[in-house]
């Protein structure tokens, strides 16, 4: 799978032509390698690439306002049409009150559904 980086962006516009589904993921995500070898495996009619956010002073942190990752965005003609951003796994207590659900974090199964239909 292709790694991109901040180099192949302007900005938000990604310097390239086509239809491109990019996980925007960090080696040091525990959520992020789970989705990863999902989307890998994913049969999707898109190509696909890691927007590689390991580094957390890489620009991508902030030009596409990442607060979480794993956050799945589809690209068409360089420009972001779609986007799921990873849930936050969050404590019983605050599940409680509302907050999310402890056992729902990053993404899933249903995300790669939710692409495929937005394709």
Do not use: H, Q
Request: charged share 30%; glycine share 8%; hydrophobic share 45%.
């Amino acid at each position: 799978m292709e790694r991109l980086t901040a180099a192949d962006f302007d900005g938000t516009k990604l310097s390239r032509d086509g239809t491109l589904a990019v996980t925007f993921s960090a080696k040091w995500c525990p959520y992020c390698r789970d989705f990863m070898a999902e989307f890998k495996t994913a049969e999707l009619s898109v190509e696909k690439a890691m927007g590689d956010v390991t580094d957390e002073e890489s620009a991508l942190w902030d030009d596409f306002e990442l607060e979480v990752v794993p956050t799945l965005v589809l690209f068409r003609d360089g420009v972001a049409v779609w986007r799921r951003d990873g849930r936050r796994k969050v404590g019983p207590i605050a599940a409680l009150r509302g907050r999310g659900s402890w056992r729902n974090a990053g993404l899933n199964a249903a995300d790669i559904d939710a692409l495929r239909a937005a394709l």
